[in-house]
Nanobody, 124 residues
């Protein structure tokens, strides 16, 4: 079992920024993918960003490309999601998750372990 812990959620006004962190066990960095997802009630989890741990390669969903940045903080053993120019449509529960090689990064069922989530609310 891999324990992931999200932090950094909260409330922000439109146009503002938040930084989320996902505490990840150090050993999970080898060959694994860490993704950030957002979910609103009644909807499936939507893939936002992905970091391939070993190669540091990143991918983004269309809705956050250019506004959000996923990165790894080696000193803290976290994978962070910097969110800028936020809009009310960014409101939701944010999750980080890990998966091994194979499978599309945007499909939640391809991920093996999930954190408990952190709530983000963006007001207009």
């Amino acid at each position: 079992q891999v324990q992931l812990t999200e932090s950094g959620g909260g409330s922000v006004k439109a146009g503002g920024s938040l930084r989320l962190s996902c505490a990840v066990p150090e050993y999970i960095y080898t060959g694994d993918c860490i993704g950030w997802f957002r979910q609103i009630p009644g909807k499936p989890r939507n893939a936002l960003a992905r970091l391939h741990a070993g190669r540091q390669r990143t991918y983004y969903g269309d809705s956050v490309e250019g506004r959000f940045t996923i990165s790894r903080d080696n000193a803290k053993n976290t994978v962070d999601l910097q969110m800028n120019s936020m809009t009310p449509e960014d409101t939701g529960m944010y999750y980080c998750a890990t998966k091994g090689a194979g499978g599309t990064w945007t499909t939640p069922t391809n991920y093996d372990f999930w954190g408990q989530g952190t709530q983000v609310t963006v007001s207009s």
